[in-house]
C-alpha cells in the first residue's frame, strides 16, 4: 500500500505510488461537460470516480463539516465528497479526492482547504486531496498537469458546451420526447471512447466533431411553437449544478420555457483573460501577458469552431467572448475579476440581446462577487436594455424551493406576458401584410 | 362568473366577480396550515352561497398555493402578478403598489418601466412579525395599533429581520421601555425595511396604493409609510382581497366543483420529504427514558412558615423569569417559573411578596440575580449580588454533575454553551442574533398551528417520519414547514422535526460540532427548552450519547444564582427589600437621551420608590459616572482620532471627496496625502451616524451585504448633499502585501463597491465619480497608471507631479501605520504596568466606524481593560503556514494577531464580524483554530445595524470571568 507522504507545510501528497492503487473521486457540476473531460483522467492512466450523488443528506452532511455560513456550493461539494466516503461503497485508505482551484479573491479558492479541514472533521485525515488548477499551486508527484492534458480537457469543455447549447435549443420543442437526450448520451460515448484512445482533440478532429454533433441535432424532429426563453446566469457552480440549484433547468422545461445557460468556456475564457487585464491595469510581467495571449488565442479558436458549426445548422450560436466583453465596457470595469466577475453582467446583457432577456440570476445566498456583478448590476442592464427582465434567485440550505420558485413563476408571469403581447403584434402585423396583399392581388 | 382563491402563509382569501367584474362575495379566513381542509369548506360554501357559481371560472393565487393548484389542475397565478392585474383593472392610474402579506413584503412599480419586487429570502416576516411582536407585548393587533398612535419616541429597531428587530425589543422592554413606544419603533423598523430592502434605489412617487391585511387593519402603520415616503397613500376598498381578485381576473377554466372538491379532500401531498428516525421506537423505550431523566432531581421542602436562613436566586430571562428560595442546605423551598411579558420588575415584586406571604419569618441572607433583566431588577430590589449567566448556569450545572465537561441552556431566547476546562469555564458558544430561533420559535410554531406547546411536543414523541427542517432561522423555517406540509407531512412530523432542528441549530450553528468527542462525554442540559421531552430526546439522538437533565432543568439559572449567593457566605444579611420596603415600592420610567457624546444613546431612566435611579440604554458609563472611560487605552479611539486629524488643504484643483466607508478607514492617510499633494481640497465625509446611513439605504441593491458595505451609499450621499462634484473612489482587487499571506487580495466587496454605486446611485449620475482600479501593491507602476486615469479627467496633470504625490502618500500610510504600531506597544506597556489585561478586538480596519463597532470598544473599556487591534500587533509575527489560504490583507492580519497572543497570558482577542461577511466564515474558524491550539479561548462578535449590547456584555463578561479578569 502507497505509504502517506507529507510536504513541508504538512500537506499529504498524492504520490506517484496512490496514482497506481488509488480512485479519484471527482464532484459532479455540469454532467455533460465532467461525463466527457474525466475520460482524459482514464487516458492518462488515473482511475476516476464522477459523483452522480444527490438527495438532501448531501447538504446535511455538508452542514455538519463545513462552517454554516460558508458558502452553499462549498457545503455541497464537501458534503458530496464525505457522503461519498462514509457511504461504503469506497475503500477510504485507496481514495484521493480532486477538487478545482482557481486562486482568485474570492472564497472559493479555499475550497480546497474547507474540504481538508472537513475531512480533518470526519476523521478521514489519511485521504490525500488533488488541487486541479492552472496557477501551479499545490504540487503532487503522482499528478500534473501537463500541457496536452489541458488540451484535451479544453476540447472536452467545448464539446460539452455544443452539446449543453444544442439539447437546450432542441429539447423543448422536441416531437418525441426524449430524443435529444439520447442523442447527448450517444455524443458522449462517442467522444468518451475518441478519448479514452487519446483522440478527438487536435483542430482539424474538432472542427469534424463539432460539425458533425451539430449537424445530428437538425435529424431530430421538432416543431418549434412559440415558447418563453429563459437565460440562466450565475455563481458557476450553483448555474450549472442541479444539485445547487434545485433542479432549475428542469423546473423550467417543466413551466413550458426554452432555457439558455452560456457554457464553460466563455468562463475559462473569462479568467485567462484576467491576467492580461490585470498587467494592463496594474504592470506587469510580458512573458505572463504572452503566455495568456497564447492561451486566449487557443480557446478563442476552440469557441469560434462552436460558433461557426451551430451557426452552419441554424441554431442560436453563443455570442464570441470578444463581443460578450464589449456589451461591458463602460458598464463595469474589466478590472472586477472576483468570482464569475464583470463576465456575469456581460451575459445578462448578451443573453437580453440575443432573445434570452427573462433572465434567471442564481447565485449561493451571500455570495459576495455577485453581490457586486449581479444584484449590483440588474438595475443597470434594466436602464441599458429594457427587454430584461431578471430575477435573482438565492440558493442554501435553508432556503426552501416554495419561494424560489415563487418568484421564478413572477419573472415567467411577466415574460408570458410579454411574449403573448409579441405574439399579438406579429400576429396583427402578419395579417395586415396579408390583408395588404391581398388587396394588392 | 369568476371566482380567485388567494392561499397565503396564515390567510386563505376567496373573492367572486361576477361579469362586471364586480365583487359579490368574498371571504377572509386563517387556515391554521389546514390549507387543503379549509379550501375544500370555502369552495363547498360558494357553491352554496353563491348563485351560478356552477358556471364559474377559477383560478388559485397565494404563496402557499402552487401545490394544492397542481394537484388538482387549476391555473395558478403568481401572486404579485396577480395584484398587478387587479390594480391596473380597478385602480387604474396607480404608480405604486405596497402590499404587506402574512410572510411577504411586495413592492410593484406600475408605471414607467413596471418592475416587482419581493422580499429576499433573508427578509422575510412582516406580518407574522407584527404579530410575534404584538404577542410579545402581550397584546392582540388593534391595541397594538392604538398603542403605537400614543406613542412619544421612536427606538432605533434593526429593520432587516425579525430575529433581529426582537433581540433589540425585548432589552428594552425588560429596561422599561414604554409599550407604546416600541409598538411605534416597529411600525416604523417595518417601513424601513420594506423601503430599505425593495426600493432599491427607485423613488416611490405619485399614486400610492396600500394592500393586505397588515396595511389594511393596522392604520398606524399606513400612516408610518406616509411620512417616511411623504406621500399619501390609500388603502382601497376591498384592500384584503386584490390578490384574490386578480386571481379571478385571470380565471379563464370553469370549475368542475365535484372533481376539484374530491381532488382536494384526497390531497395528501407526495409524502415526498426528507425524515429522519423516529424519536421512540415504542412506549417502552420512551418510558425508560422519562425514568432515567427524572433521577436527576432536588430536595425540596416547604416553604410555608419557614423561619430558617434562605438565599434566593432570581434570573430574569428574555421571556421568562424564573425565582427560587434555598434553604441552608440546599433544600428548594419554592421556585417560580413566570412568563416575562415585557417588563421583569412587577414580576419580581409579585414573586418576593409571595415568599414574604408564605414564610413571613424567613430569614435572607444572600440573594443573587442572572439574565437579561440582571441590572434592572439588582437595582430595583437592591439584590445582592448579580452575576453573569454564564456563571449562574455553571454553578448550578456543578450541582448535579461535579466532573460536567459541557453544558448546554436552551432558553426561551438564546442558547448557551459552554465547555468546561480545569474546572473554569473555557469556551463559550453564544447564538448569534441570526439563528435565535430557540423555545420561543417552537412556542410560536405551536401557537400558529392551533396548539399549547406542551401538546404540540407531545405530538412528536411518537412521530413516525420526523420531517428533516435543516438548522437554520425561524424565517426560513416557516417557509420549510410549509413546504413540508405541502409534501405530506403531518403535524406529529413537524412536530418532531422542529424539536430536532432546535438542536440541529444548537449542535451545527451555535456550537459547530461535528460530534459529542468534540463536547466530552459528561453533559448537562437545561434551559425551560429541555422540559419538552422531545428536544431533549432528539439532543441525545443526534449526539448519541445521554445526558443529564435536571428536573429543575428550567430553573438552573436561578438555582446556580442561589447557589452562587449562598457561596458568598451564610452568616451575612441581605440587603433585598423587605416585606415593608416592598410594599412601598414604585417604579417610574423616563425616556431621554444621553447627548454626552456623538453616540447619543437613547436613555430609559428609573427611578424608584426612595429616589434611587437606574439608567439603562447606555454603552458606556458616563452617563451615570459622568466621566469619561480611561483614556488612552483604546486604540480604536485613537485610530479614530487619527484619521479625525486629516483635515481639508485649500488646493487649487478645488475640491474632491472622500467617501467614509470600508477600506477609506485604511486608505484615507494614502489618498489624502497624494490629493492634497495634487493641490486637491480633500474633503472627507466624515464619521457615520444613523443620518448619514439613512440618506443612502433606498439605493442599496442587495440586502445581505455586509452593513458597512451599506453605508458606504450613505456616506456617497453626504459628500453630494454638501456640494462636492468629484468623488474620488477607486476600486481595488489587491491591496498592500505586508508579507503575512500567500496573497494579498481585498475582499470582493471592499474590491468593487465602487461599482455599485456608480450602478445603483442616481445622485452620481450629476457629479464625478473617479471609480477606476487601481493598484496600490505596484509601487513602480502605481504613479504612471494612476497619472493615466486621473489625467482623463485632469488633463493638466503631469506624471511628475503624480510621482511627487505618490512618495509622499506611500510615505504617509507608512508613517500612519507606525503611528499605529508605536501606539500598540505603548498601551501594552501601560497595561502591563498597570496589570490589566488586554484585548485584541480585531476585525476589519472599518470597524473602527462608531456606527459600525457599536461602542463595543468603550464598552470593553469600561471593564477597565486595554484595547489595542489587529493590525498594531500583527507585524510582531513572521508569515506562518495556515490551513485556509491566506490571500487577503486584511485578514492576514487576523492570523498573525491570533498567532501574536497566543501564548501570552495577559491577552485575548475578540474577532468583530460584520454580518453577512462570507469571508469571515472561513477566519473565525481559523482564528479560533490558532488560538485554541495555545489553549486560549476565543471570542466571536457579530455585528449589524443592530444596537442591542445586551448578548455582548454576556460574552465579555463571560470570557473576563472565565479568564479571572
Known amino acids: 500500500m502507497a505509504k502517506l507522504e507529507y510536504d513541508k507545510t504538512g500537506r499529504l501528497l498524492f504520490t506517484k505510488e496512490m496514482k497506481e492503487e488509488y480512485t479519484i473521486l471527482l464532484p459532479m457540476m455540469a454532467p455533460i461537460h465532467f461525463n466527457i473531460i474525466r475520460n482524459v483522467f482514464t487516458h492518462y492512466g488515473y482511475k476516476t470516480v464522477l459523483l452522480d450523488t444527490e438527495g438532501p443528506e448531501i447538504a446535511q452532511v455538508g452542514l455538519k463539516y463545513v462552517h454554516n455560513d460558508t458558502c452553499y456550493p462549498a457545503l455541497l461539494v464537501i458534503g458530496q465528497f464525505i457522503h461519498a466516503l462514509q457511504s461504503g461503497k469506497y475503500d477510504v485508505n485507496k481514495v484521493a479526492l480532486m477538487i478545482t482551484q482557481t486562486g482568485g479573491g474570492c472564497r472559493a479558492s479555499n475550497y480546497i482547504h474547507l474540504l481538508r479541514k472537513a475531512l480533518k472533521k470526519a476523521g478521514f485525515e489519511q485521504i490525500p486531496v488533488i488541487s486541479l488548477n492552472l496557477s501551479g499551486m499545490e504540487k503532487n508527484s503522482g499528478f500534473t498537469l501537463t500541457i496536452p492534458m489541458i488540451r484535451r480537457m479544453a476540447a472536452g469543455l467545448i464539446y460539452g458546451d455544443e452539446l449543453m447549447l444544442l439539447r437546450n435549443q432542441v429539447q423543448p420543442y422536441e416531437l418525441n420526447v426524449g430524443d435529444s437526450q439520447k442523442l447527448v448520451e450517444k455524443w458522449i460515448s462517442v467522444l468518451s471512447k475518441q478519448f479514452e484512445k487519446g483522440k478527438g482533440f487536435t483542430a482539424s478532429e474538432i472542427d469534424s466533431n463539432m460539425d458533425e454533433i451539430a449537424r445530428s441535432f437538425t435529424e431530430i424532429k421538432i416543431n418549434k411553437v412559440p415558447k418563453v426563453k429563459v437565460g440562466v446566469v450565475g455563481e458557476i457552480y450553483v448555474k450549472y449544478a442541479a444539485l445547487g440549484n434545485n433542479n432549475l433547468e428542469r423546473f423550467l422545461a417543466e413551466q413550458g420555457c426554452e432555457v439558455n445557460l452560456p457554457g464553460i468556456m466563455g468562463f475559462m475564457l473569462f479568467k485567462v483573460d484576467n491576467r492580461i487585464e490585470d498587467i494592463k491595469l496594474y504592470g506587469g510581467n510580458k512573458i505572463k501577458y504572452t503566455i495568456a495571449n497564447a492561451l486566449m488565442n487557443y480557446f478563442t479558436k476552440l469557441e469560434t469552431s462552436l460558433i461557426e458549426s451551430v451557426k452552419k445548422y441554424g441554431f442560436v450560436p453563443p455570442s464570441a467572448y470578444v463581443h460578450t466583453k464589449s456589451l461591458v465596457d463602460g458598464v463595469i470595469g474589466f478590472g472586477s475579476k472576483m468570482g464569475e466577475g464583470w463576465l456575469l453582467t456581460a451575459e445578462m446583457l448578451e443573453l437580453t440581446e440575443a432573445g434570452y432577456g427573462n433572465i434567471v440570476c442564481a447565485q449561493p445566498f451571500g455570495c459576495l462577487p455577485n453581490h457586486i456583478n449581479g444584484k449590483g448590476m440588474i438595475r443597470k442592464i434594466k436602464s441599458i436594455d429594457d427587454r430584461a427582465n431578471i430575477v435573482a434567485i438565492d440558493y442554501d440550505p435553508g432556503a426552501p424551493r416554495v419561494n424560489q420558485e415563487n418568484r421564478i413563476k413572477l419573472m415567467l408571469a411577466v415574460a408570458k406576458e410579454n411574449l403573448n403581447k409579441e405574439l399579438s403584434e406579429t400576429q396583427n402585423t402578419e395579417t395586415k401584410e396579408t390583408k395588404e396583399t391581398v388587396s394588392q392581388t | ?965
Open chain 2, 1 to 965: 362568473m369568476k371566482i380567485g382563491l388567494d392561499i397565503g402563509s396564515t390567510t386563505i382569501k376567496c373573492a367572486v366577480l361576477d361579469d362586471n367584474n364586480n365583487l359579490t362575495y368574498s371571504t377572509y379566513e386563517r387556515h391554521y396550515s389546514q390549507i387543503t381542509q379549509k379550501m375544500g369548506e370555502i369552495l363547498k360554501q360558494i357553491r352554496l352561497n353563491v348563485k351560478g357559481a356552477d358556471k364559474a371560472c377559477i383560478a388559485i393565487s397565494g404563496s402557499a398555493g402552487m401545490g394544492v393548484a397542481e394537484s388538482c389542475n387549476l391555473d395558478f397565478i403568481q401572486e404579485v402578478y396577480a395584484t398587478r392585474v387587479a390594480v391596473n383593472t380597478f385602480l387604474p392610474g396607480t404608480d405604486v403598489v405596497i402590499e404587506l402579506g402574512g410572510e411577504d413584503a411586495k413592492i410593484l412599480f406600475l408605471s414607467g418601466g413596471m418592475e416587482v419586487r419581493m422580499n429576499g429570502t433573508c427578509a422575510g416576516g412582516t406580518g407574522a412579525f407584527i404579530d410575534q411582536m404584538a404577542s410579545l407585548l402581550n397584546v392582540d393587533i388593534e391595541r397594538f395599533n392604538e398603542l403605537a398612535a400614543q406613542y412619544e419616541k421612536t427606538y432605533t429597531i434593526a429593520s432587516r429581520c425579525g430575529v433581529f428587530a426582537k433581540t433589540d425589543i425585548q432589552p428594552l422592554l425588560n429596561q422599561g421601555a414604554r409599550k407604546s413606544d416600541i409598538a411605534q419603533s416597529i411600525f416604523a423598523a417595518v417601513v424601513n425595511q420594506t423601503v430599505a430592502g425593495l426600493a432599491q434605489g427607485r423613488e416611490i412617487e405619485g399614486k400610492v396604493v396600500y394592500l393586505g391585511g397588515p396595511l389594511t387593519f393596522m392604520p398606524e402603520l399606513r400612516k408610518q409609510f406616509d411620512k417616511v415616503l411623504d406621500t399619501k397613500g390609500t388603502c382601497p376598498q376591498n384592500s384584503l382581497y386584490y390578490v384574490a381578485m386578480g386571481a379571478a381576473l385571470c380565471a379563464d377554466n370553469t370549475i368542475d366543483f365535484k372533481t376539484v372538491i374530491n381532488k382536494i379532500t384526497k390531497y395528501a401531498g407526495s409524502g415526498n420529504f426528507a425524515f429522519n428516525k423516529p424519536l421512540f421506537k415504542d412506549k417502552k423505550e420512551y418510558e425508560e427514558f422519562v425514568s432515567r431523566h427524572s433521577r436527576a432531581n432536588v430536595k425540596g421542602k416547604d416553604i410555608q412558615g419557614y423561619k430558617g436562613k434562605a438565599f434566593i436566586g432570581i434570573d430574569a430571562g428574555s421571556t421568562t423569569v424564573k425565582g427560587v428560595v434555598l434553604s441552608e442546605t440546599k433544600e428548594l423551598l419554592f421556585s417560580k417559573y413566570l412568563s416575562n411579558s415585557g417588563n421583569p420588575v412587577p414580576i419580581v415584586k409579585d414573586f418576593l411578596e409571595e415568599v414574604y406571604k408564605l414564610a413571613p419569618k424567613i430569614n435572607i441572607v444572600g440573594s443573587a440575580v442572572t439574565g437579561y433583566g440582571e441590572e434592572i431588577v439588582k437595582n430595583a430590589f437592591c439584590v445582592d449580588y448579580g452575576i453573569v449567566e454564564t456563571v449562574a448556569h455553571f454553578t448550578a450545572a456543578k450541582d448535579f454533575m461535579p466532573d460536567v465537561e459541557f453544558i448546554i441552556d436552551i432558553g426561551g431566547q438564546d442558547i448557551k454553551c459552554f465547555k468546561i476546562h480545569n474546572g473554569a469555564i473555557d469556551n463559550i458558544f453564544l447564538n448569534e442574533a441570526c439563528s435565535s430561533g430557540c423555545g420561543s420559535f417552537l412556542q410560536t410554531f405551536a401557537n400558529a398551528l392551533g396548539y399549547s406547546i406542551e401538546e404540540f411536543a407531545a405530538k412528536g414523541l411518537f412521530a413516525k417520519h420526523p420531517v428533516d427542517l435543516g438548522s437554520r432561522c425561524t424565517v426560513f423555517m416557516n417557509s420549510s414547514v410549509k413546504q413540508a406540509q405541502k409534501d405530506g407531512a403531518t403535524i406529529e412530523d413537524i412536530s418532531a422535526g422542529l424539536s430536532l432542528s432546535v438542536v440541529k441549530n444548537a449542535l451545527y450553528k451555535v456550537i459547530r460540532t461535528s460530534g459529542p468527542d468534540e463536547l466530552g462525554k459528561k453533559i448537562v442540559v437545561q434551559g425551560g427548552t429541555f422540559l419538552n421531552n422531545a428536544v431533549l430526546r432528539a439532543f441525545e439522538m443526534e449526539m448519541g450519547t445521554p445526558v443529564v437533565r435536571p428536573v429543575i432543568s428550567g430553573l438552573m439559572g436561578a438555582y446556580g444564582a442561589a447557589l452562587y449567593a449562598m457561596s458568598c457566605g451564610t452568616d451575612t444579611s441581605s440587603s433585598i427589600l423587605t416585606k415593608k420596603q416592598l410594599e412601598e415600592f414604585k417604579h417610574v420610567i423616563k425616556v431621554t437621551n444621553c447627548g454626552m457624546c456623538q453616540n447619543n444613546c437613547r436613555l430609559t431612566v428609573n427611578t424608584f420608590a426612595d429616589g434611587r435611579r437606574f439608567i439603562a440604554g447606555n454603552r458606556c458609563e458616563r452617563p451615570i459616572t459622568k466621566k469619561s472611560p480611561e483614556k488612552g487605552l483604546n486604540m480604536y479611539d485613537y485610530k479614530l482620532s487619527l484619521l479625525q486629524s486629516y483635515k481639508p488643504q485649500e488646493g487649487s484643483r478645488g475640491k474632491i471627496g472622500l467617501p467614509m466607508g470600508l477600506n477609506m478607514y485604511e486608505m484615507l492617510p494614502f489618498w489624502h496625502t497624494f490629493l492634497t499633494s495634487l493641490s486637491f481640497e480633500v474633503v472627507t465625509s466624515g464619521i457615520s451616524d444613523k443620518k448619514v446611513y439613512a440618506k443612502g439605504n433606498k439605493t442599496i441593491p442587495s440586502d445581505t451585504i455586509c452593513f458597512p458595505a451599506k453605508l458606504v451609499h450613505g456616506h456617497i450621499q453626504k459628500l453630494i448633499d454638501m456640494g462636492i462634484e468629484n468623488i474620488f473612489y477607486p476600486c481595488m482587487s489587491y491591496n498592500f502585501d505586508e508579507g503575512l499571506g500567500d496573497n494579498h487580495y481585498n475582499c470582493p466587496v471592499v474590491a468593487y463597491y465602487p461599482e455599485v454605486i456608480g450602478a445603483n446611485m442616481n445622485s452620481v449620475k450629476n457629479i464625478t465619480l473617479i471609480k477606476e482600479y487601481v493598484g496600490i501593491h505596484r509601487r513602480k507602476d502605481f504613479p504612471k497608471k494612476v497619472c493615466e486615469i486621473l489625467q482623463k479627467y485632469y488633463p493638466d496633470i503631469t506624471l511628475k507631479e503624480v510621482k511627487k504625490a505618490s512618495e509622499a502618500a506611500y510615505a504617509e500610510y507608512e508613517a500612519h501605520l507606525k503611528r499605529i504600531r508605536d501606539k500598540g506597544e505603548e498601551i501594552i506597556k501601560r497595561a502591563e504596568d498597570e496589570g490589566r489585561q488586554i484585548f485584541v478586538l480585531s476585525g476589519r480596519p472599518y470597524h473602527v466606524d462608531p456606527e459600525i463597532n457599536h461602542g463595543i470598544d468603550k464598552m470593553i473599556a469600561g471593564f477597565g481593560v486595554a484595547i489595542v487591534t489587529e493590525d498594531s500587533v500583527s507585524h510582531h509575527v513572521d508569515k506562518f503556514p495556515t490551513t485556509v489560504l491566506n490571500q487577503w490583507t486584511y485578514h492576514s492580519r487576523l492570523y498573525a494577531a491570533a498567532r501574536y497572543i497566543a501564548d501570552k497570558d495577559n491577552m485575548n482577542l475578540v474577532q468583530l464580524v460584520s454580518f453577512g461577511c462570507g469571508v469571515d466564515a472561513i477566519t473565525t474558524d481559523e482564528v479560533r483554530d490558532i488560538l485554541e491550539k495555545e489553549g486560549k479561548i476565543y471570542t466571536q462578535i457579530k455585528i449589524d445595524e443592530i444596537t442591542n449590547l445586551g448578548a455582548v456584555k454576556i460574552r465579555i463578561r463571560s470570557l473576563l470571568a472565565a479568564i479571572g479578569g
